[in-house]
């Protein structure tokens, strides 16, 4: 069946490190995206792409990048890991901009700046 | 901006007792609604979605949602509650564009034997 997946799915890292959390999707989805769930505040959109070499901002982007080098893939990067983005990180796709179409969430990433 | 609040961060109800759980939107057109359940240490799953013709929606599990324009709402029902019906819900606006999903923050169901 196609999926989703991320990796790692739990993770502890030091502040200041780089760190790179992997999402896979097999559905062949132009549109990516990551957010952060945080106590209070539901999902938030970190960055979102709509295909391969677009990528974009989302409501809280800073401290994170993202590559699309094609359509399966959509690394989330955290230059310098900073406690505040103690978190657990959801990946999403859907098919295309359709605004009616569902966006499939991965499993999460949780993720822990010490 | 679009937004989307969820009044209710917990409730409680009893298992086989009605469930209403609220959503109110913020957007200046013709919304895409969706609902979402998330059960612990799992990702998100759709349960219905709202994007044009009747405003009553059904979506899995038993549940259903019910889209009222003027009152900028579209609350999640379910008539029986389950045990394993325990777990969080989301409620969330898509912009015409299809670029920003927006998130309320969330309500966490608890059900009693």
């Known amino acids: 069946d196609a999926e989703i997946t991320q990796s790692p799915r739990h993770k502890i890292t030091e502040t200041g490190r780089q760190v790179t959390l992997a999402c896979h999707q097999t559905w062949n989805h132009n549109n990516m995206f990551w957010y952060r769930q945080d106590l209070g505040h539901g999902l938030r959109l970190i960055h979102y792409s709509y295909g391969v070499q677009d990528t974009n901002k989302g409501e809280v982007s800073d401290g994170y990048s993202v590559s699309r080098s094609n359509t399966e893939d959509l690394p989330l990067t955290l230059e310098s890991a900073a406690s505040s983005q103690t978190s657990v990180y959801f990946c999403?796709?859907?098919?295309?901009?359709?605004?009616?179409?569902?966006?499939?969430f991965g499993e999460g990433s949780w993720l822990t700046v010490v | 901006a679009q937004s989307v609040t969820q009044p209710d961060i917990h409730i409680t109800v009893s298992e086989g007792a009605s469930l209403e759980l609220r959503c109110n939107y913020s957007y200046g057109a013709t919304p895409y609604l969706f609902w979402y359940v998330q059960s612990p240490g799992q990702g998100l799953q759709l349960l219905l979605k709202y994007f044009s013709g009747d405003t009553l929606v059904q979506g899995i599990k038993g549940f259903e949602a019910e889209f009222k324009r003027s009152q900028s709402s579209f609350n999640l029902r379910k008539p029986s509650v389950h045990w394993s019906d325990a777990a969080e819900y989301f409620c969330a606006v898509n912009n015409n564009a299809g670029n920003m999903l927006t998130f309320g923050g969330g309500t966490r169901l608890m059900v009693k034997p």
């Open positions: 999403a796709s859907r098919r295309d901009m359709n605004s009616g179409n569902t966006i499939y």
